[in-house]
């Protein structure tokens, strides 16, 4: 393994650190007996990967409380591999969805996911190529059933989202289009992080994929109604094009952002959608090993909360922000708590088809 400094983006120059330099190789005027270097470098080696999963730690807890939090429920080896998984996410999704790759534009967002598609080789190869990947290298040691596809396909969707790129939409005429651009950016998440949540017994990875993924896809149309005015303040609109037809909305409308009666039956419509993934998600809980469990209802409520706070809000997704508080995400705890008790006592894969 041959290290280089660690930086933020991936192929960017910026925000090198160089206390995060790796050198696991000893000094030449060492002179010790070669099984003590031996030791000494292991000894380096698995503080390195100590210090890169608290980083990862670190990262995903200035990212997202609300996994953060979520992960607090997991063994160390569950957690920690999440943790490398979380950041190598938030890493892509930087590459295109941050100041800095607005400020250096759309050609080099593509490069750079270029080059970040040939380390996710690499660390698949057993090499990575900073601390951080190190982190998910060793996750992907621990858990030999995480699969590479699911890393691609990410970047793929990341591509979606870079102008001028071949795989670019601008707009998605279809919820079947939109479909492909969810289960990329998030539906992926879903199926990377599977293999370390685990099953419970009786229950296969490949039973629990179909609501691993829904879980993914109710995430991201749930940011996508959140934020459709932040969206169109950058020229993009996520929601179906046909969807927007049928209920009388154009797309000036949007860009304008006036909400209508045509509007709020448009994000009624969507809302319901996003309310069809949750409920498929729901009947993978019992799926999950026990440990994996409250940490997912308690995501799917959160998230899902955001739904009822866009309809709170008057359906004003342009002016006001729908969250969840730090206050009424611990409140939803015992209520996650219950819904597994309620999954455990049904047939996985039976939906109920209320709403909680
Ligand atoms: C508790 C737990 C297991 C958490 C997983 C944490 C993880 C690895 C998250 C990665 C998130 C990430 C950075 C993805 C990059 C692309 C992206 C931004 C996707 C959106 C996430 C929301 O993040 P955020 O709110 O920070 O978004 P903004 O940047 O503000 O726009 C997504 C919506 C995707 C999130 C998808 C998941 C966490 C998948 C959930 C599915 C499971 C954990 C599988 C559960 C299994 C069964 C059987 C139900």
């Not at 994929?209 to 005015?229: K, Y």
């Not at 969807?243 to 319901?272: A, C, P, T």
Request: proline share 4%.
């Amino acid at each position: 393994w041959t290290p280089v400094q660690e930086s933020w983006s991936c192929g960017a120059s910026v925000r090198r650190r160089p206390s995060f330099r790796l050198s696991i190789a000893s000094s030449p005027d060492e002179q010790i007996a070669p099984q003590q270097d031996e030791r000494r470098r292991s000894l380096r080696y698995e503080k390195e990967l100590r210090d890169a999963y608290r980083r990862c730690g670190e990262i995903t807890k200035i990212f997202s409380k609300t996994f953060y939090f979520g992960t607090t429920f997991f063994s160390e080896a569950k957690k920690t591999a999440v943790w490398a998984i979380y950041v190598w996410c938030r890493r892509t999704d930087d590459i295109v969805d941050s100041p800095l790759a607005t400020m250096l534009g759309a050609e080099r967002m593509a490069e750079d996911l270029e080059k970040w598609e040939a380390r996710l080789d690499k660390i698949w190869q057993g090499e990575p190529t900073d601390s951080l990947d190190l982190a998910l290298a060793d996750a992907k040691r621990r858990y030999p059933e995480l699969n590479i596809v699911p890393y691609k396909d990410m970047i793929k969707g990341m591509l979606m989202d870079t102008p001028g790129h071949e795989f670019y939409q601008s707009r998605y005429n279809t919820w079947e289009d939109l479909e492909v651009y969810c289960y990329r950016v998030a539906g992926t998440v879903g199926l990377m992080t599977l293999p370390v949540l685990g099953t419970s017994n009786g229950y296969t990875l490949e039973e629990a994929r179909e609501p691993a993924l829904a879980l993914g896809i109710a995430f991201q149309i749930t940011n996508i109604l959140r934020d459709v005015g932040e969206d169109a303040l950058r020229g993009r609109i996520y929601l179906p094009l046909d969807d927007l037809h049928k209920f009388g909305v154009s797309e000036q409308q949007i860009f304008d952002g006036i909400v209508d009666q045509n509007y709020v039956n448009l994000l009624n419509y969507e809302i319901e959608r996003a309310k069809h993934y949750y409920e498929k998600a729901r009947t993978g809980i019992p799926m999950l090993a026990p440990e994996a469990r409250l940490a997912v209802a308690s995501s799917l409520r959160v998230y899902k909360a955001i739904l009822d706070k866009i309809v709170e809000n008057e359906y004003d997704n342009f002016r006001k922000r729908a969250y969840v508080s730090k206050i009424d995400k611990f409140l939803m705890l015992p209520a996650a708590y219950l819904d597994i008790l309620a999954e455990s006592d049904r047939p996985a894969g039976e939906s109920r088809h209320e709403h909680y």
